[in-house]
Antibody, heavy 124, light 109 residues
Framework: EVQLVESGGGLVQPGRSLRLSCAAS????????MHWVRQAPGKGLEWVSG????????GYADSVKGRFTISRDNAKNSLYLQMNSLRAEDTALYYC?????????????????WGQGTMVTVSS | SSELTQDPAVSVALGQTVRITCQGD??????ASWYQQKPGQAPVLVIY???NRPSGIPDRFSGSSSGNTASLTITGAQAEDEADYYC????????????FGGGTKLTVL
C-alpha cells in the first residue's frame, strides 16, 4: 500500500524550532519529487516547499523562505522539514505529498499521494 | 508569487453539471491540477495535466483550460461530490514555486 506518514508536530513557542518527518512506503521513494503543503485551521491549502528526487532542486514559498529547510534521505525513504523561527501564522496541519512525476518537480505540479498530516501549533 | 483565483462557493442540483473555475496568469503557460478535499480528510488529486484522471477517479470529473482560466467540470454531480475543490499550478514569475487557489466549496442540492 502506498503510504505517507507524517510526524513531529506539536505545540511550540514563537521563535522556537521544530522538525517534521514523513515516512514513505509502497513506492520507490527516490524516484519522485516530494512536497510539504500546509493548511491553517479553517483555511485553504498553501504549498510550503518542494524537493527533487536527488535534492538537486529545491523551492520554498515566500512565507517560509529563510526559515524552513526541506531535505530528504532516500536511504531511509524519508522527507523532512526543519522549521526555525516559528511564528503564530505557521500554525497549520502540515501535509507531506508525493509528486506524480518521476525526477524533478515543477513539471506537472500534481500531487497524487498525501499523508494525513501533522499539526503544528505555534503559541506562547 | 502569482495568484490563482477561485469562486469561494458554488452549488449544483443533484445530477446536474457544474463547472468550477481557477484564474491566474500562470495558467497561460502551465496546466492546473485539481484536488477534492472532504472535511477532516487529506486532499485527493482528481485532475492533472491537459485532462488526466488518476486511477479510481470517476469519469464524471473532467478538466479544461482556455487562456488564463482552468476549469473542473463535474457532469452529473453526486451527493458524494460535495467538498472543497482546490486548483494548483506552477508560479509563472520564475520563482520556482507552486501556488494553490483559495478553494471552492461545492454544495450539492
Amino acid at each position: 500500500e502506498v503510504q505517507l506518514v507524517e510526524s513531529g508536530g506539536g505545540l511550540v513557542q514563537p521563535g522556537r524550532s521544530l522538525r517534521l518527518s514523513c515516512a514513505a512506503s509502497g513506492f520507490t521513494f527516490d524516484d519522485y519529487a516530494m512536497h510539504w503543503v500546509r493548511q491553517a485551521p479553517g483555511k485553504g491549502l498553501e504549498w510550503v516547499s518542494g524537493i527533487s528526487w536527488n535534492s538537486g532542486s529545491i523551492g520554498y514559498a515566500d512565507s517560509v523562505k529563510g526559515r524552513f529547510t526541506i531535505s530528504r534521505d532516500n536511504a531511509k525513504n524519508s522527507l523532512y522539514l526543519q522549521m526555525n523561527s516559528l511564528r503564530a501564522e505557521d500554525t497549520a496541519l502540515y501535509y507531506c505529498a508525493k509528486d506524480i512525476v518521476q525526477g524533478e518537480w515543477l513539471v506537472q505540479n500534481a500531487f497524487d499521494i498525501w499523508g494525513q498530516g501533522t499539526m503544528v501549533t505555534v503559541s506562547s | 508569487s502569482s495568484e490563482l483565483t477561485q469562486d469561494p462557493a458554488v452549488s449544483v442540483a443533484l445530477g446536474q453539471t457544474v463547472r468550477i473555475t481557477c484564474q491566474g496568469d500562470s495558467l497561460r503557460s502551465y496546466y492546473a491540477s485539481w484536488y477534492q478535499q472532504k472535511p477532516g480528510q487529506a486532499p485527493v488529486l482528481v485532475i492533472y495535466g491537459k485532462n488526466n484522471r488518476p486511477s479510481g477517479i470517476p469519469d464524471r470529473f473532467s478538466g479544461s483550460s482556455s487562456g488564463n482560466t482552468a476549469s473542473l467540470t463535474i457532469t452529473g454531480a453526486q451527493a458524494e461530490d460535495e467538498a472543497d475543490y482546490y486548483c494548483n499550478s506552477r508560479d509563472s514569475s520564475g520563482n520556482h514555486q507552486v501556488v494553490f487557489g483559495g478553494g471552492t466549496k461545492l454544495t450539492v442540492l
